[in-house]
Nanobody, 127 residues
Framework: QVQLVESGGGLVQAGGSLRLSCAAS????????MGWFRQAPGKEREFVAA????????YYADSVKGRFTISRDNAKNTVYLQMNSLKTEDAAVYYCAADSVVRSLRVGLRPDEYDYWGQGTQVTVSS
């Protein structure tokens, strides 16, 4: 079974930075695409960023392009989300997700394209 554990959330002022981490266990991490999603109260879960199994391809929501960076360290079984220039509208619970297709040629941008999820980490941005 795959386990994903997010960390790094917290309270930050607008304009500040946070780095989220997602530690994976239970299978060969380097074979699978990973994604970050977020969900604010009363809203649907939305795509933030994704990275393919090798780390060579990265995708971002328009709302975070140029501010957020997704990366992975396959030796540490960890995917990261560096968030800079945070805005109040970035506040949400952030979830890490893992694909189940080995070395997939495509990367999912929708929640239903991922099979494993972490418990989420809260990001609060004050004005």
């Amino acid at each position: 079974q795959v386990q994903l554990v997010e960390s790094g959330g917290g309270l930050v002022q607008a304009g500040g930075s946070l780095r989220l981490s997602c530690a994976a266990s239970g299978r060969t991490f380097s074979n699978y695409a990973m994604g970050w999603f977020r969900q604010a109260p009363g809203k649907e879960r939305e795509f933030v960023a994704a990275i393919n199994w090798s780390g060579g391809n990265k995708y971002y929501a328009d709302s975070v392009k140029g501010r957020f960076t997704i990366s992975r360290d396959n030796a540490k079984n960890t995917v990261y989300l560096q968030m800079n220039s945070l805005k109040t509208e970035d506040a949400a619970v952030y979830y890490c997700a893992a694909d189940s297709v080995v070395r997939s040629l495509r990367v999912g941008l929708r929640p239903d394209e991922y099979d494993y999820w972490g418990q989420g980490t809260q990001v609060t941005v004050s004005s």
